[in-house]
């Protein structure tokens, strides 16, 4: 049999453990605090960052152009307007063979579209034209009758998309004031 504990051994083991849930919760609280400052902060936080992984990339040359004799405004501005050619061309190569092949894309659609409204109206389903007329004219009305959410969702999707070029334009403005100083 073991020997009972002290009432010493036991306070003290009482006292290490409350210390030590006191430290974690302490650490819970200013993490929990942290994320709270840095959600409400998000909207410069987030541009800071992407900032200074833009500046991370794009050091060395700036670097390697400073170390020539230029200017570091001179330099900076150099990268900058460099990284926006290379950041467009990637764009452009990426979205030119997309745009191009949006017109096959929608024969495609048509066209599968038609296949299944063939395959529907012969066995096993045997559904008549009529009952896909009707079906696709439910369809509009619902779509109809949701326009406010449609609309809601639109003009969330403009609201993204601005927010995401002033996160891109405050990026490279920091990033050109990043590789200056």
């Known amino acids: 049999m073991s020997s009972p504990l002290s009432s010493t051994k036991t306070a003290a083991a009482l006292r290490t453990s409350a210390r030590v849930s006191a430290e974690v919760l302490l650490v819970l609280v200013a993490a929990a605090v942290a994320l709270w400052v840095l959600g409400r902060m998000w909207s410069v936080v987030w541009p800071l960052i992407v900032g ?74 045997n559904i008549g034209d009529d009952e896909i007329t009707g079906a696709l004219d439910t369809a509009t009305a619902q779509l109809q009758d949701s326009v406010g959410s449609v609309v809601t969702t639109a003009v969330t999707g403009v609201s993204t998309v601005v927010n995401g070029v002033v996160t891109a334009v405050l990026a490279v403005f920091l990033m050109f004031f990043f590789l200056k100083d």
């Open 52 to 125: 200074l992984f833009l500046t991370t990339l794009t050091w060395p040359l700036a670097r390697f152009l400073r170390r020539l004799g230029w200017w570091p405004s001179l330099a900076a501005s150099v990268v900058t307007v460099f990284s926006l050619l290379v950041g467009a061309g990637i764009v452009a190569l990426i979205a030119v063979p997309v745009a191009g092949e949006s017109g096959e894309l929608a024969d495609g659609v048509v066209a599968g579209i038609d296949k299944v409204r063939e395959w529907a109206a012969g066995p096993p389903l």
